[in-house]
C-alpha cells in the first residue's frame, strides 16, 4: 500500500491500510504477552524490560500522540506517564517501578485503541506534517512492531518453551542453488540517492534523500553464515587480539567471548539455545547475535571489513539501469512473504542465499530480513537532517557511541522495515539479532 509513495494512496483506502496496519501489530503484540504473569513481570535480562513494562508503554505512546496531540482528547491514564517514560527510567530500573498488572495494561490498551481508531475515522489524514499521509499513526505503528521484537529479544533470554510457534517458509524462496551463487557482488563506482524526502513514514533520521558518491567495491552475495564464522573461531579469532578493533579486544576478554550469545560447544561442534530450544548450529544460516567487536573482527580476519553505511544502501537501492534509488532491493511494492523473512513467526533466520525474488538489481540476496546487519558507520545525521516530531527519538543517540545496522531481521514487521531504514545500537549488543556482510575495495581499474 505504501509502495504508491510518490501519488500516494486515496484518503479511505489509507485509513483501512492504517486500521489493518494497526490490528495486526496488537495481534503481535498480545500474542508476545500470552505467558503467565511471572514471566510478564520479571526482568529476564537487565539488558531489557520486564514485558509488562513494554504492554503498557506501546498504550502510553499511542496515548500521547494519537489520543492526546492529533485527537486533542483528554488524557486516559495521565498519572502513568512518568513510569512508561524510555528516557526516564532506565530498563535496568523498570521492575522497580509502580507498574499497571499484565489485566491493567491490557485493558488500558484496549481503551487507548477505542478512542485511536475513532479519531482515525474522523481526521483528515492531510495538511501538518504530523497528520500528512497519516504519518502519526505510521509512527505509532512502527513503534509498536519495534517493542514486538524487542519483546521477541526478550523471550530469547527467558528460560522456558517459545510463546510463539514457528512458521515454515515458503518453498520457492529457499536457496536451490546456493552453492551456485558468486561470493561476492561487484558495486560500480557513482553517486546515488541515499535516504529519502519523499518515503511518507520515513523517519527523521532517514531523512532528507541526499547525493553520495561511492568508489566502487565489492560486497558479499549473502550475509557471513554460522559455517563461515565457525572458521573464525576455529582460527583462534577469539584469542588473536590483532584482528579485534580498539576497544574490542578489552571487552572481549572482560566479557568472555568466545562464540556468538546462545552458542555452546559441544565436542567438537556446537549447539545454541533458540527460544527454549537447545539444537545443532545450523551451518546454512545467517550468523546471528553477535557484536560489532565480533563483526568487524571477523571482517580483519577474513582480509575484508564491514561496508559503510552508504555502501550497504547503495547494494540495496541502487538500480543501475534506471539510476534511481528503490523503496527495497526487489523494488518499489512493500514486501511480501516471498521478498523476504520479516515478521517474526519464523524464529529464525532463513538459510544463506534464500529469497531470489528479493535481490537487489545486481544481485545482493537478502539486505532485508534475516539478520540486522553492522556496518562500519556511526550514526549520525543526514544533510538537512531535521529533528521531528521530537529530539528523543534520533537526535539524542547521534554520535560515536552508536554503530548502524541496516536492513531488519526476520523479527522485524514490515511496516518497521525498508532500504532506508536505520537502526543503531552500542557495539558490545548481542542480544539483539544482528548479524553483518563483508565488504573490500575495488580494484582501481574498475570502471563506473
Known sequence: ?????????????LKGFIAAALERARE???????????????????????????????????????????GKMEPVRCDIDRIYDAFEHPRSTRPSLPLLSPEESRRYLAQVRTKALDILDRTPLEGSPLLDQGFAFGMIIQHEQQHDETMLATHQLRVGAPVLQARPLPPDV?????????KEVLIPAGPFMMGTSVEPWALDNERPGHEVDVPAYWIDTVPVTNDAYRCFIGDGGYENPRWWAPGGWDHRKEAGLVAPKYWERDGQ???????????QVPAGEPVQHVCWFEADAYARWAGRRLPTEAEW??????????????????????PTPHHANLGGSALRPSPAGSYPFGASP?????????????VSSDFHPYPGFNAFPYREYSEVFFGSDYKVLRGGSWAVDSSACRGTFRNWDYRIRRQI???????RDAAPDQVR
Open 313 to 334: 544502501e547503495k547494494a540495496a537501492r541502487h538500480d543501475p539501469v534506471s539510476g534511481r534509488s528503490r523503496r527495497y532491493p526487489w523494488g518499489d511494492e512493500d
Open 1 to 13: 500500500m505504501m509502495g504508491s509513495e510518490l501519488s500516494g494512496p486515496a484518503p479511505e483506502a
Open 174 to 182: 529457499l536457496p536451490g542453488e546456493a552453492d551456485t551463487l558468486a
Open 362 to 374: 545486481l544481485g545482493v540476496r537478502q539486505l532485508i530480513g534475516d539478520v540486522w546487519e553492522w
Open 433 to 439: 539479532f544482528s548479524g553483518f556482510r563483508t565488504a
Open 28 to 70: 503481535r503484540t498480545h500474542a508476545l504477552t500470552e505467558c503467565d504473569e511471572e514471566d510478564l513481570r520479571k526482568q529476564h535480562s537487565p539488558l531489557m524490560s520486564p514485558l509488562v513494562w513494554d504492554l503498557a508503554h506501546i498504550g502510553s505512546q499511542e496515548e500521547l500522540w494519537l489520543v492526546r496531540d492529533v
Open 269 to 279: 561442534g556446537w549447539m545454541r539455545t533458540r527460544f527454549g530450544v537447545r539444537e
